[in-house]
């Protein structure tokens, strides 16, 4: 249905959702990530200043991402989301582009530059959801480095950021599990 509507209203105002739809499905459900790349492509060539075009650029850093640990992979993607503070300052996609350049450094085992990432996004956006995702990931920095006391506070703080959240949820589970 999707397609549909990118294919036979090309013109219309919702067009450029519907290509981001087709784009996030490909990256966080069929895991096509060609696929989602031709999606975004398209998108940011025929709607580049539309709402839709600061979370295809979040898209492309996850694309890129998920092409590997390199260290050409993870500067692909961090420019991707480096983009979009720069070009739609303001934008709700500027948190979720923080978090995931600190998902994607995380993966990369540069645990101090993505707690600096999670940590802007938690002081920047307190009542996002990609705060309390923030918080949680900053967690499990912490806990790769050791530092389980420092991870409880995390944890803590993304259940108070958004107690009736999913990662909430998880940040409670972890809390119990971490302490004992």
């Given at each position: 249905d999707l397609?549909?509507?990118?294919?036979?209203?090309?013109?219309?105002?919702?067009?450029?959702?519907?290509?981001?739809?087709?784009?996030?499905y490909h990256v966080d459900t069929a895991h096509d990530f060609a696929a989602a790349q031709a999606a975004i492509d398209k998108l940011l060539k025929d709607y580049p200043d539309t709402d839709s075009a600061p979370m295809a650029h979040v898209l492309a850093g996850r694309v890129a991402a998920s092409r590997g640990r390199a260290a050409a992979d993870v500067d692909a993607a961090l420019a991707s989301f480096e983009r979009v503070p720069r070009l739609f300052p303001g934008n709700d996609a500027v948190a979720a582009a923080g978090y995931f350049a600190g998902e994607t450094l995380r993966a990369a085992r540069r645990d101090g530059d993505a707690l600096e990432r999670y940590r802007r996004v938690t002081m920047e956006y307190p009542r996002s959801v990609w705060a309390a995702r923030a918080s949680l990931s900053a967690g499990y920095c912490l806990l790769q480095q050791g530092k389980p006391a420092q991870a409880l506070q995390e944890f803590q703080r993304a259940r108070q950021l958004l107690p009736n959240s999913a990662p909430a949820a998880e940040a409670l589970n972890l809390n119990s599990i971490v302490y004992r």
């Open positions: 397609q549909a509507v990118v294919d036979s209203f090309a013109t219309s105002s919702v067009a450029d959702n519907a290509l981001l739809q087709i784009a996030q």
